[in-house]
């Protein structure tokens, strides 16, 4: 009886001693892995392969922001929000890879006029006595401006599962599907016209598989055990293929506007813009199938309706053609195409 109680004592003992030579380990902990090159998405490939344009466009970014407010569900913080903040880092990666562009510094462009500032204290510390004073070259300034947001996260947009156990053994499966959509325009930084604008979508799946045990295997003997793994989709791999998708649109809609030109004009039906061509077309197509889903035959009138109708449309066509004399000529209202060196 005495050895029964004596067990437990010296496993809790034991236990404690191995916790407590942990606590007094300083040794500073090995890493597990090294480090390396952020992953490749889907799209990056594209992105890095487009034709090459006639000439490269300066463009400027000022920020990328989160604008879904959206934070991550218990049991994780509630104040860590769902979706990275460091899209403007990925889109300046995004437009520089593509070879389009020429990004110049905006986010922190204090920093840059600091440093210009110290250059300048550095090679002439006495301005007053100088009589030539130091020259730096002159900042670029950017003839396109790319705005955009994440404009939305939403979780849970599909959950489903599968199961099956047969005498005691058994396994299952889940997942869950979010959706996050980045919108990018392209602005005209002469006239601040909005040449262009596309919104993309991505979703980010999150998989769950177990398979157990539970079963008697001899009188009194019980066996029960346990298996799983998670694959969570990393949410910044799916913003960044987002706005990747959303920068190579952006070319293959201003190519198919005029807005920019190809070095050769010969490859404007090249096989990766018309995959991107491809995907408007089928997504307007699935848009008018809606609409005219959504069509109602129009219900009989009767005659004192009718009587009321013709007055009122007679009215309507007497509105509008004294809106079409206040209509300035084509001329006027025609747009100028965004233009580059």
Not at 93 to 101: C, G, I, M, N, Q
Not at 209 to 221: A, D, E, H, R
Not at 243 to 248: D, K, R
């Amino acid at each position: 009886m005495l050895i029964n109680n004596i067990k437990p004592l010296l496993l809790s003992l034991m236990v404690i001693g191995l916790v407590g030579c942990n606590a007094m380990n300083t040794k500073p902990i090995d890493t597990f892995g090294i480090a390396e090159l952020t992953p490749n998405t889907n799209l990056t490939r594209d992105l890095n392969y487009l034709p090459p344009p006639r000439g490269k466009i300066v463009t400027a970014v000022y920020g990328f922001k989160d604008q879904t407010g959206q934070y991550k569900a218990n049991p994780d913080s509630n104040f860590s929000t769902a979706v990275t903040q460091g899209g403007t880092s990925i889109l300046v990666k995004a437009l520089r890879d593509s070879k389009w562009f020429v990004p110049v510094e905006r986010e922190n462009l204090q920093n840059v006029l600091t440093e210009r500032k110290i250059i300048r204290a550095i090679e002439q510390p006495n301005d007053a006595e100088s009589k030539t004073p130091i020259k730096l070259p002159t900042l670029m300034g950017a003839k396109l401006l790319i705005e955009g947001a994440v404009v939305g996260y939403d979780a849970n947009i599909k959950t489903g599962g599968l199961g099956v156990k047969y005498l005691g053994v058994g396994a299952a499966g889940q997942y869950r599907a979010d959706q996050v959509t980045v919108n990018l325009r392209a602005v005209d930084a002469n006239t601040g016209q909005i040449l262009h604008t596309v919104s993309t979508t991505k979703t980010v799946y999150s998989t769950q598989l177990t398979s157990g045990v539970y079963k008697f295997i001899s009188y009194k003997s019980l066996l029960e055990a346990e298996v799983g793994t998670t694959l969570n989709e990393p949410v910044q791999i799916a913003v960044q293929e987002a706005i990747e998708a959303a920068v190579v649109n952006l070319i293959v809609e201003g190519i198919d506007n005029r807005s920019w030109l190809l070095a050769n004009e010969n490859e404007k039906n090249a096989p990766v813009f018309q995959r991107y061509r491809q995907q408007r077309i089928d997504n307007l197509a699935l848009n008018d199938t809606h609409d005219k889903a959504k069509k109602v035959k129009p219900t009989a009138l009767s005659e004192v309706d009718n009587a009321f109708d013709n007055a009122k449309v007679k009215e309507q066509n007497k509105l509008k053609t004294e809106q079409i004399k206040r209509v300035p000529s084509s001329s006027e209202t025609k747009s100028q195409p965004f233009s580059f060196d």
